[in-house]
């Protein structure tokens, strides 16, 4: 399972860590803020998973209907003086009144590793099938 673990992003990767050791999961964190693999092109993590998620659609990736899907849309770039790409910031939508994009953050980061993202949907329906336990704390 890949989890963002930027702020409270620690707390589920933890989490999903501890109910994972059961399961047979192994978590993969993301940190957006981190360097890319690619510095020359990218300006960081979130830089980099975002422009390549944007080729896949363009080269006819495909994605079932959902309205989430138009954040993709939401998210501004630039390439810097160095020709370096660059993401919008949360901070910047949030300055012009657009909300977090939750869904493209979503996508972007199950497609940030491609063995877990092949094998996510096998995970999550066997998972799905199980009585829920709960959560304590939320």
Known sequence: VCVDITGIGQGVADRVREIGKKEGMTVHPVIFGAKSRAPERFANMK?????????????????????????????????????????QSKSALRSHNIA?????????????????????????????????????GY
């Open 47 to 87: 830089a980099e998973l975002f422009w390549n998620t944007r080729d896949w659609i363009i080269k006819g990736g495909k994605l079932k209907r959902n309205e989430g899907w138009g954040e993709m849309a939401i998210i501004k770039w630039k390439k810097d003086t160095d020709r370096v790409v660059e993401m």
């Open 100 to 136: 977090s994009p939750n869904v493209a953050d979503a996508l972007v980061i199950a497609r940030s590793y491609r063995p877990i993202a092949q094998s996510f949907r096998s995970n999550f329906k066997r998972l799905m099938r199980r009585p829920s336990r709960g959560v304590s």
